[in-house]
């Protein structure tokens, strides 16, 4: 079965995709035509350029599955990898895009699990032995030891032999409140009036009041789907967080068990807990926009077929220009299926940069990630992940890793209790005393205007009262004043 040319055993394999940017699958047509090419102008030209002559090639698929794998998943879905040809490449054309391919198709498909490439096109050398084991499954017809791989770093704590409840017992939890949110996509007035029916039986759920163009507040009527997440993902006690999750999931028809504790797990800011702004602010299709990328996030994760890439890099760029989203954008595809997406939060930037000496990239707006970006950075921690050597192994560890490494928020008591800003008028008095309120009781924000919008929110809750005193107002009234006390 295997076409191996003189001393292909040392040199890299490559796994290519044949359905891409929304295209059908072109499997038959490269093995009619004996080629393969890419469907993108320059995505992955390096790579292709890179490709030599006599290099052995497998055109892959990959999707996932829960059921009808060869191990017990435990309800945890499974990454496979069908095998659909092998070949050795006979020219590469040098455009970046397109190779000669003297391919051999395999039928039945042979298929992989768990160490899957979601690239179109992957490079896999010899040299480590889950490589390795690939290479001589998808070469030289080797059976895959399925018992070592679930018992790997990677995969032990979803899949191994001694599979205990640990640290992220709350992933099935998120996944199952994230699937039935998805339900409610189009009633969302139900979901609505059901939370803030919630809202009215306990504390914690924050603010739930907009602001309406006509200058009147009232009762949020639409909400997007991470916002719901967050209703339980804010900077509170654990208790109430349980207590909030626990009406959510019944609103939702949730079966699954309320986590006991949320390790790993990054929380929102609690004067940006909306992943959209007041309807005074906020474009006519920004909510919409967000149900479009968690739908499109959930397929992704649920199926891994790499056709559905290009609707989710489009629903993410989408999604990233909405007013203040930042990085909870990425905060909120992590809480929906942590094992598919990580989150960027400031902590686990750090930490990606810091620990994995990997760069995460800032060509989107607000130098954040575009789509494609966030994409190309899940197969790169992936294969990272993979090294027996990293220290985290999968999304969720990288999370906790990353937090146990931040310092801790900043607390009241870590501030004088007093501090006095002098100085003459117009030089700045007001404007600094708005952004060390905000530095003292949440952090710094990122932008003068989320500074402005977390203080504003920050005096509608009462945790700030700005007071301007009259001129007559002595100094002894405010400061330090001695006078008698008469009945």
Not at 33 to 50: D, F, M, P
């Given at each position: ?69 060869p ?29 000669d391919v ?92 059901g ?10 759920l924050?603010?739930?009041?907009d ?37 959510l ?13 949320f390790?790993?797990l ?30 499109q ?12 890439q ?11 220009v ?13 809480w ?15 930490y990606?940069?810091?620990?994995l ?55 009241l ?10 100085g003459?008028p ?30 504003r ?12 005193f ?18």
């Amino acid at each position: 079965m295997s076409k191996q040319g003189i001393g292909t055993a040392a040199r890299p394999c490559w796994f290519v995709g044949a359905a891409y940017g929304g295209t059908d699958d072109q499997t038959q047509r490269f093995l009619d035509e004996s080629i393969w090419e890419t469907g993108y102008e320059n995505k992955y030209a390096k790579q292709v350029q890179s490709v030599q002559v006599g290099d052995r090639i497998a055109i892959k698929s990959t999707y996932t599955r829960k059921q009808g794998v060869p191990f017990d998943p435990r309800g945890q879905t499974v990454s496979v990898m069908a095998i659909k040809a092998i070949g050795t490449v006979t020219r590469n054309h040098g455009d970046g895009r397109k190779l000669d391919v003297d391919w051999t198709p395999v039928e039945p498909h042979r298929e992989w699990y768990l160490n899957t490439y979601q690239r179109t096109i992957a490079r896999v050398p010899p040299g480590e032995w889950k490589r390795d084991a690939l290479r001589a499954f998808a070469f030289d017809n080797a059976e895959q030891d399925l018992k070592r791989f679930r018992n790997a770093p990677h995969w032990r704590a979803r899949f191994g032999d001694d599979l205990v409840n640990g640290p992220f017992a709350w992933v099935k939890f998120y996944e199952a409140m994230a699937s039935a949110i998805l339900k409610f996509r189009n009633k969302r007035d139900e979901l609505v009036t059901g939370i803030h029916q919630i809202a009215d039986q306990i504390a914690g759920l924050g603010s739930l009041q907009d602001e309406f163009s006509d200058g009147t507040t009232g009762p949020l009527r639409d909400i997007c789907p991470f916002t719901v997440m967050a209703l339980f993902n804010r900077q509170t006690t654990e208790s109430k967080r349980r207590n909030v999750a626990g009406k959510l999931a019944e609103l939702l028809g949730v079966e699954v068990a309320v986590p006991e504790t949320f390790e790993g797990l990054p929380v929102v800011n609690n004067q940006k807990s909306w992943f959209f702004s007041f309807a005074t602010k906020r474009q006519p299709d920004d909510i919409e926009r967000l149900w479009e990328l968690f739908a499109q996030a959930l397929s992704y994760a649920d199926r891994k077929e790499e056709a559905d890439q290009t609707p989710l890099a489009s629903a993410y760029d989408a999604a990233a220009v909405i007013r203040g989203i930042g990085w909870n954008e990425t905060m909120g595809l992590y809480w929906i299926r942590p094992y598919a997406y990580p989150t960027l939060d400031g902590p686990s930037r750090q930490y990606i940069r810091d620990k994995l000496g990997i760069d995460v990239p800032y060509n989107g707006p607000g130098k954040r990630c575009m789509g494609g970006d966030y994409l190309d950075l899940i197969d790169t921690l992936s294969e990272r992940f993979e090294d027996d050597a990293c220290p985290v192994h999968s999304f969720p560890e990288l999370s906790l890793a990353a937090w146990q490494k931040a310092p801790p928020p900043p607390m009241l008591d870590s501030f004088p209790l007093n501090q006095i800003l002098y100085g003459p008028p117009g030089t700045g008095k007001t404007y600094s005393v708005t952004h060390r309120a905000v530095d003292i009781i949440e952090g710094e924000a990122e932008s003068d205007e989320e500074y402005q919008e977390r203080f504003r929110a920050l005096v509608r809750e009462g945790r700030v009262c700005f007071a301007t005193f009259h001129q007559s107002y002595a100094y002894e009234d405010f400061v330090e004043g001695i006078r008698p006390v008469l009945d």
